[in-house]
């Protein structure tokens, strides 16, 4: 089942310039992930963040955890036009097969 | 509107045995995905399936494992010959004939655990 929300729905930047999404969620959680998928393919694997770690980064992406506030943000710097995709966060309670993911970002970067 | 469906929840088998795990998608949906996540991971992408065809299969293993979507009835993901490497959280998601980016629901998962 879809939970958690991400904010904005959609997201259109020019290249080179910063976009970032939010995610909220409900419940307390073990971790918390991103994806990103393109039209027609499957998820594909980001950032995972502990329910410890406040920020994590990987290449031009931040990924932010505020767990007082139960959000994440992903910033991605310097966006390329390859970024353009929808991005997804999923939360891991840690018990059992709870995943539970959000209706995702549509970002459109323009060249 | 019932969702995702995947069934068994959860899975017990013995090295060597087979794993057969059945994801039901949503109604009107022909597209099907399955992931596999390992504990404390997150979820890697295995096969992409639209109805009587694999679209692209370029996470699965090479050996034991595969998958269908048949015209009629749930997406099969089959593991032969299991092994302990194989115990994992098996999701499935699927989305509508549009595949349009972002519009994929998930199932609860299959959890099997191999002895």
């Known amino acids: 089942s879809q939970q958690g929300e991400e904010d904005p729905q959609a997201l259109s930047i020019q290249e080179g310039e910063n976009a970032t999404m939010n995610c909220s969620y409900k419940?307390?959680?073990?971790?918390l992930q991103w994806y990103r998928q393109n039209s027609g393919r499957g998820l594909v694997h980001l950032i995972l963040?502990?329910?410890?770690?406040r920020e994590k980064h990987s290449g031009r992406l931040r990924v932010t955890l505020d767990t007082s506030k139960k959000s994440s943000s992903l910033l991605i710097t310097a966006s390329r036009a390859a970024d353009t995709a929808s991005y997804f966060c999923?939360?891991?309670?840690?018990?059992?097969?709870?995943?539970?993911f959000g209706a995702g970002t549509r970002l459109t970067v323009k060249p | 509107n019932a969702g995702v469906m995947q069934n068994p929840r959860h899975l017990v088998r013995r090295r060597g045995q087979e794993a057969r795990l059945r994801c039901s998608p949503m109604?009107?949906?022909?597209?099907v995905y399955w992931y596999r996540q390992l504990p404390e991971e997150g979820l890697k992408f295995m096969v992409y399936?639209?109805?009587?065809?694999?679209?692209?299969e370029s996470g699965m293993p090479k050996e034991r494992f595969s998958a269908e979507f048949p015209k009629e009835g749930p997406s099969i993901l089959r593991i032969q010959q299991v092994v302990r490497g194989d115990s994992a959280a098996y999701f499935c998601?699927?989305?509508?004939?549009?595949?349009?980016?972002?519009?994929?629901?998930f199932g609860p998962g299959t959890r099997l655990t191999v002895t």
């Open positions: 963040i502990r329910s410890n770690e």
């Open positions: 998601a699927s989305s509508p004939p549009s595949g349009r980016a972002g519009e994929q629901y």
């Open positions: 109604k009107g949906h022909s597209h």
């Open positions: 419940t307390s959680i073990n971790n």
């Open positions: 999923a939360t891991d309670a840690g018990n059992n097969n709870d995943m539970r």
């Open positions: 399936l639209q109805k009587e065809n694999i679209i692209d």
